[in-house]
């Protein structure tokens, strides 16, 4: 197929009738879970094959998608647009910018390697794989929806099966018993999986309905209509658009790790297992800073920029406080998930600055830390299978027995704490470019802070882990990744790499709907 | 015609109330479901000749509903005997703990 | 694409490629000899376009051949761009860089051959890494490129100094060395954020700095942070002297020749913008004085020959920086490269005698020029190189940044203190370089210098051609400078370079009284407290103290708050809704009737409600 032809289906399917790709990339996951529900429990590798095909058929979606996109012409393409609910104005409306582009692409790539990361997955294989492909096919689907209401429904289909991932394949954490509160610890088995997963999942729903009640005002207030391209030529009333927009933040913002809502995010990062804890901080946490920009800043940009002020110090606050906080961590699940506390700070940080450079950097750190993420979850999980600990201070030397993922965990690492050459880089740069040209400069200095403090507690960590005379005795059966677990690796940390060294692959995308949309925010 | 119609279904609404208010025994209760159920039926029914044919749609979905209503609730029957060695309702009171 | 653009993505792109080869293809680094191979020979393509360059430019320093291509974008207009610029300046530091690597290149194929064969193909994957950032640190087009490089090249630092990655200390220095360099590289992403924010671009040139206008003073003086991480200036030097835990040939390389260089080099690639900045140039005098003093004395009390030469690089970075702080550009330049051939050249010698006595300790030395003449030889030389002996490249570069000094001090007084201190300083030098001398390569053998004998060609070629660099690169490059650039040097026999040569001749006295006579001097005994003071590492122990009492301490806090008060608070909430709900949980009855009398209760409340709100 000729580049020509592919940009040629792209407008195509434009028109009503084209070949829905959207909808393809959105329902294979979903039709991989029906499929692996009615197949018998035993058929273990049919089960894992048919969860590769339909993450394959998403990924290879996405990519034909992206060379699809006609760039020259920019907005939505690829739509896709038939009623549901017509009386209330519920479409299945799907459409992509390129904004969507890219983030599609990250979701494809972390499914795919999230996949490979759990094929050796034992109990429950499953219930699991079906749980995970109905997960993802909601994150597609919010990527893409151009309809609030299918919007919404999606994000919580991508939100509520991760109760019962953490729940049933998760793994407990004790918690010492102390501070103000000490007497909660007797009711509430705090650590404990089923804790994480209750609380995480609570958060998030008390976040949702923050955005359900801001969805309704201005569903209303538009006159019954839930077209995201309608809501945003709609000039809300003031009232609405300085209440809505702290819903919105609040409500988002929880699922993107916003402080003082972030608590779920360590114990969930850390009671999940692998694949979820790659898809959930590489990709979930995602949707909350998408919906804080794409519905909250562009449909509501009086509330915007009336919040900008506080959005992007609770933001400077979120890079700081998490960095600071993983720091002090011992368990490596901890400090991964503090991380991306701290890294999501620079993506609301980007939003706030409310700036070209600032969106460009918010969105490509959206991707930069996905992919990063999901590297760091999936080493995680590699070592604590392995090691059968997470506890720091006790491993070292495990650069001997397992050379591979050490030199994996080392990129990460870099890649976290802003080495240029790796995609991390890219997208700091660009929210510290934004954020000393907005409103308020001094932003840039804490972010800054916040970066090297990322430094010194990745490489203590690597340090403590890889580096030194060792393995101690204690551990038996240290091995380097195996062939399924490398593939994962591979395809992240070269995407973290081609990232990094050639940001125009990405920005060719972000930065013309950047572009168009900036100015929405900016009414 | 439409007002003897709703009588009608006031009356078997009613008795259903009734029913399911007084009896113990679970098949007598899913009975008296039933009647109410088909009272909201012929309300439907009536109420469409002149709000137009919406009603009888809606009726005939109730009517394919209340037979999956019927089987659950049958089979729930079933079960309550299996565990509890009877159908009076008042033994499955678990809720309260 | 012009020649030139083509040779300087040969020296760039070359050592890139095997890098990533290696770093893909296991089993060809596995082989250990076919990696450094590949290595050995895109250093020696990387030498080869850069001496072409450096024929080119030679006599031509103001052409500028620049190659871009569009890096970053943001509403569509290029930000950032990367390529390669070759000018005068960059093509001279080219070449310097690609001799350096190539000798250590070679050298460490003989130093590290009885390593295992995957650490070996490791070493070389990383010199490569190493060799392709400083290229493109050299020849980068704009400041952000020199920036991203700079960041390159410190992270294959680390991974240098930790290559010895079981060694608790190698691991522990690694980290050091990384962390102290980043604290300082957050100046330089400040300044290049305001300079983007006033000028729009990240431009090293004139027009840039004119463009810079008021801020001009604040953005340098962000880029002078991260040179004192860099080129290790007091008091962000003390990841320097940990940096030795590395391989000897990555100290001759990195911590001595070229990395830490890289501090100097972007103050003379951005000196459109220093030139301007009168208030940042005198901060960068007194640190470059106060560095070269204070790491000389430091360097007095070090009995590990490696600590020597390191407090010696901070010592002589300190010279440079003062310079260009005094406002002579050439003068800083020029000490920068004749320190990178005398420096690497006595890191060699000194490893050399290290894989032979397998310590680095020099008690465990001593009488080794008999056994190692080639060695001692070259030792020397770059002794009397780095000591500023007449007639070698030390004494011209170091008398012209005296000069530097000297005319600064003409129009502000304050300049005097840097200049004594450098002065002094030259004493110092010529100590403690010639007690080395003197303990390493003469006296009583120790036991383990008893079996000490010369290396192969690979360790003793280098050190022949960097001897040679080491006389060679005085008068010749000089007399280039006066004709070339404009420069106006100085062959005549001045006041201060006098001076200087006097306080290099009183160190070589005292180090020939107390080391090789092993006499004594009046008052050296009252001179022990300072011993005291330069051997407590106070400055280390700040460190220390910043980082386990002030960073992790804060860190602790944070963290107990988050778990405690912040998820108390979350975990709070669920607790009491749960009491909560047990107090509900009563209206549970459990029987059936019970709930059909509440559903109907429900029914009748809501019909009175529409009846009330009907009527």
């Known amino acids: ?92 409306s799907l459409a992509a910018d390129g904004w969507s582009v890219v983030l599609l692409l990250l979701t494809g790539v972390i499914i795919y390697a999230g996949v490979w990361a759990s094929w050796t997955l034992e109990s429950r294989a499953k219930e699991f794989f079906v749980l995970l492909l109905v997960l993802v096919a909601g994150v597609f689907g919010v990527f893409v929806a151009q309809d609030l209401f299918l919007f919404f429904l999606l994000y919580e289909i991508a939100v509520l099966p991760m109760y019962l991932l953490i729940g049933i394949w998760g793994s407990s954490n004790k918690v010492a018993e102390a501070g103000p509160f000490a007497l909660v610890f007797r009711v509430l088995d705090v650590g404990g999986k089923e804790y994480a997963a209750m609380k995480l999942t609570l958060m998030l729903l008390a976040g949702s309905a923050l955005i359900l009640a801001a969805m309704l005002g201005m569903y209303w207030e538009a006159g019954n209509t839930f077209n995201l391209t309608e809501l945003a030529e709609t000039e809300f009333s003031s009232t609405l658009q300085f209440l809505a927009f702290p819903a919105l933040w609040i409500g988002f913002g929880t699922l993107a790790g916003l402080f003082p809502f972030h608590t779920w995010s360590p114990d969930g990062h850390a009671a999940a297992p692998t694949a979820v804890s790659m898809l959930h901080a590489g990709v979930l946490m995602k949707l909350g800073a998408f919906g804080v920009i794409r519905i909250g800043m562009m449909l509501l940009p009086e509330g915007a920029q009336y919040w900008a002020f506080w959005v992007g110090t609770v933001a400077v606050i979120n890079v700081l406080y998490g960095a600071l906080s993983a720091m002090a961590q011992t368990d490596l699940k901890y400090i991964i998930a503090y991380s991306s506390v701290s890294h999501m700070g620079i993506v609301l940080l980007g939003a706030a600055t409310l700036t070209t450079n600032g969106w460009n950097g918010a ?67 660009l929210v510290f470019l934004g954020a000393y040209e907005s409103a308020h400069w001094w932003w840039t200095f804490p972010a800054l802070l916040g970066a090297f403090i990322t430094a010194v507690y990745v490489l203590a960590g690597v340090r403590s882990i890889f580096y030194g005379e060792g393995p101690p005795d204690t551990f038996h059966d240290l091995e380097d990744a195996v062939d399924s677990e490398r593939i994962a690796l591979w395809i992240l940390g070269a995407c973290i790499v081609i990232l990094g060294v050639v940001p125009g692959v990405l920005m060719i995308f972000i930065d013309p709907t950047t572009a168009l949309y900036l100015p929405t925010a900016l009414r | ?90 033994l499955a009171s678990d809720l309260r703990s | 694409m012009t020649t030139a653009a083509t040779l300087g993505l040969v020296a760039v792109l070359g050592p ?29 393509a990387n030498l080869v376009a850069a001496l072409m360059l450096a024929n080119s430019w030679w006599g031509e320093h103001e052409l500028v051949d620049s190659t871009e291509w569009v890096w970053l974008i943001a509403n569509g207009e290029t930000i950032a761009t990367v390529g390669v610029t070759i000018d005068g300046i960059s093509a001279s530091m080219l070449a310097v860089v690609a001799v350096v690597a190539l000798c250590v290149q070679v050298f460490s ?118 040179v004192m991480g860099k080129s290790a200036q ?13 391989p000897t040939p990555v100290s001759a390389l990195l911590h001595a020749a070229t990395m830490v260089a890289a501090g100097v080099y972007l103050m003379v690639r951005g000196w459109p913008l220093f030139d301007l900045a009168e208030d940042t140039r005198l901060f960068m005098a007194l640190i470059g004085g106060t560095t070269a003093i204070f790491a000389a004395s430091v360097a007095i009390v070090q009995t590990d020959i490696k600590k020597v030469l390191a407090y010696s690089t901070s010592s002589q970075l300190g010279y440079m920086v003062a310079a260009l702080g005094a406002g002579d550009m050439i003068a800083g330049y020029y000490h920068l490269t004749t320190h990178a051939f005398f420096k690497a050249l006595l890191f060699l010698a000194a490893g050399s005698v290290i894989h032979a006595v397998h310590s680095n300790e020099l008690s465990n030395m001593g009488g080794l020029a008999k056994k190692m003449p080639l060695t001692a030889g070259t030792f020397i030389i770059g002794t009397l190189a780095l000591t500023g002996t007449p007639g070698f490249a030390g004494f011209f570069s170091k008398d012209l940044v005296l000069e530097a000094l000297l005319h600064g001090a003409e129009r502000n007084p304050v300049l005097w ?146 778990r405690y008060v912040i998820d108390g608070l979350v975990n709070l909430s669920g607790v009491a809704l749960l009491l909560g709900a047990g107090r509900l949980r009563a209206v549970q009855t459990g029987k059936g009737g019970d709930y059909v009398y509440a559903v109907l209760l429900g029914v009748i409340v809501l019909a009175a409600w529409t009846a009330v709100v009907s009527a």
């Open chain 1, 1 to 92: 197929m000729t580049p020509e032809m592919i940009v040629s289906a792209g407008q195509a399917s434009t028109a009503a009738g084209g070949f829905g790709w959207l909808s393809l990339i959105v329902l294979a996951p979903f039709v991989a879970a029906v499929i692996i529900g009615l197949l018998p429990e035993r058929f273990e590798n049919a089960i894992r094959n048919v969860a590769l095909a339909g993450a394959t058929v998403s990924f290879g979606g996405s990519v034909f998608v992206a060379l699809g996109y006609d760039r020259t012409r920019g907005g939505l393409q690829f739509v896709e647009d038939f009623p549901i609910v017509e009386s209330l104005g519920i479409r299945w």
């Open chain 3, 16 to 44: 890139l490629v095997v890098a990533l080869l290696l770093a893909v293809n296991g089993p060809v680094r596995r082989t250990g000899v076919g990696a450094g191979a590949l290595s050995v020979l895109a250093a020696i």
């Open chain 3, 234 to 246: 007091f008091p962000l030097h003390i990841w320097l002297p940990d940096a030795m835990e590395g």
């Open chain 2, 1 to 90: 015609m439409t007002q003897v119609v709703l009588t009608i279904a006031a009356v078997l609404f009613a008795l259903g109330i009734y029913g399911v208010t007084t009896r113990r025994n679970a098949i007598g209760i899913l009975l008296s479901v039933e009647l109410m159920a088909n009272a909201v039926n012929l309300n439907l029914i009536a109420f469409a000749q002149t709000l137009g044919s919406d009603g009888q749609t809606f009726a005939l979905f109730s009517i394919a509903l209340t037979v999956a209503e019927v089987v659950v609730g049958l089979a729930l029957v079933v079960l309550l005997y299996r565990t509890r060695k009877g159908i009076d309702i008042d």
């Open chain 3, 109 to 226: 194929w003989s130093y590290l051959s009885d390593e295992p064969k995957a650490d070996f193909g490791r070493y070389y994957m990383w010199q490569s890494l190493f060799l392709f950032s400083m290229n493109a640190l050299v020849l980068a087009p704009n400041l952000l490129q020199l920036f991203m490089a700079w960041e390159l090249v410190g992270v294959c630092s680390y991974l240098l100094i930790g290559y010895w990655y079981t060694k608790p200390s190698a691991a522990k220095a690694a980290v050091k060395a990384f962390w102290m360099t980043k604290l300082a590289d957050m100046g330089l992403m400040i300044g290049l954020i305001i300079q983007y924010r006033v000028t729009g671009g990240f431009g090293f040139h004139e027009a840039d700095a004119v463009a810079l206008g008021a801020s001009v003073g604040v953005v340098t003086f962000c880029y002078f942070i991260a």
């Open chain 3, 417 to 562: 203190i840097p200049l004594a201190c450098c002065l002094i300083a030259a004493g110092l030098t010529s100590y403690y370089m010639f007690k080395v001398v003197f303990l390493a390569f003469f006296g009583e053998p120790s036991e383990a210098a008893g079996h000490a004998h010369e290396g192969g060609i690979a360790l003793s070629a280098p050190l022949v051609l960097l001897a040679v660099l080491s006389i060679g690169a005085g008068i010749p490059v000089m007399g280039a400078l006066t004709s070339q650039w404009g420069h106006e040097a100085h062959f005549h026999v001045s006041p201060i370079g006098l001076a200087g040569t006097s306080a290099m001749l009183l160190g070589l006295g005292a180090a020939v009284q107390l080391h090789y006579r092993g006499g004594s001097l009046p008052g050296v005994a009252a001179l022990a407290p300072v011993g005291n003071i330069a051997r407590s590492e106070a400055v280390d122990k700040a460190w220390r103290v910043a980082y386990k009492q002030g960073l992790r301490t804060l860190a602790a806090g944070v963290s107990w708050f988050d």
């Open chain 1, 363 to 429: 969105i490509y750190q959206m991707v930069a830390h996905g992919v990063m993420t999901g590297l760091f979850f999936a080493l995680v999980g590699l070592v604590y299978g392995r090691a059968h600990s997470r506890y720091i201070p006790g491993m070292g030397g495990f650069v001997k027995p397992m050379p591979f993922v050490a030199a994996a965990f080392t990129l990460a690492a870099l890649s976290s704490l802003g080495l240029p050459g790796t995609a991390g880089f890219v997208a700091e740069w």
